[in-house]
């Protein structure tokens, strides 16, 4: 027995087969869950068989391809990982993320507004969501969805919130701005 079969009969518990069990995919692919599948009974990543650390993994390899600037790459990624798992709301938190770094304003609320959708207890979104709108020169909403996420964490305990109260302060300021303006042009004759 190889050293390496060895590893992985002891890490996982479980007997590594010298080779694939023929016929596999008829196993896993039946008519039955197929089925599911199409009734929306059974999920993708299920069909597939694919377990929560290899998602994970994926989400992984996509966050580092956004943080690296891989944009496409990390597009890909989390898309697919959406079609696998669509109830999962960190997977469309990160897409919209790519789309913001894009700057496709419009594709990255979609997804933020998705993520809120399924988890409307999770600050990322939120903040997300708010920038999106603070560049769209959506001030109050932007405001909104910052004093929405910092509502959800009012101790800080999440690095995304003291960005969103730094954020919230930068639309509080354009909005006084704004005003101030509105009155001096009220005030010339």
């Keep these: 027995m190889s050293e390496k079969k060895e590893e992985t009969e002891k890490a996982t518990g479980f007997e590594v ?20 599948v199409e009734k929306g009974e059974m999920n993708l990543r299920d069909y ?3 377990s929560g650390p290899e998602m994970l993994q994926m989400a992984l390899i996509g966050f580092r391809m956004y943080e ?15 079609q696998l798992e669509p109830t999962e709301s960190y ?3 990160a897409l919209g993320a790519v789309y913001l770094a894009e700057e496709d304003l419009e594709q990255a609320r979609l997804y ?6 399924l988890n409307p207890k999770e600050v990322a979104p939120y903040v997300n969501r708010g920038e999106v709108n603070l560049r769209d020169g959506k001030i109050l909403e932007a405001a909104e969805d910052f004093a929405r ?5 009012p101790k800080f305990e999440d690095p995304l919130t003291q960005r969103a109260r730094v954020l ?18 009220a005030k010339k004759p």
Excluded: C, N
């Design 91 to 93: 997977y469309f938190t």
């Design 68 to 82: 690296q600037g891989k944009y496409s790459e990390a597009r890909t990624i989390f898309s697919g990982l959406i």
């Design 149 to 153: 996420a910092v509502q959800l964490d």
């Design 168 to 185: 919230a302060a930068a639309a509080l300021e354009m909005i006084e701005s704004a005003t101030k303006d509105d009155k001096d042009t």
């Design 17 to 36: 087969a010298a080779k694939p069990t023929a016929g596999w995919q008829d196993l896993l692919y039946t008519a039955e869950r197929k089925a599911k």
């Design 48 to 50: 597939h068989a694919i």
């Design 112 to 117: 933020f507004d998705l993520a809120i959708k």
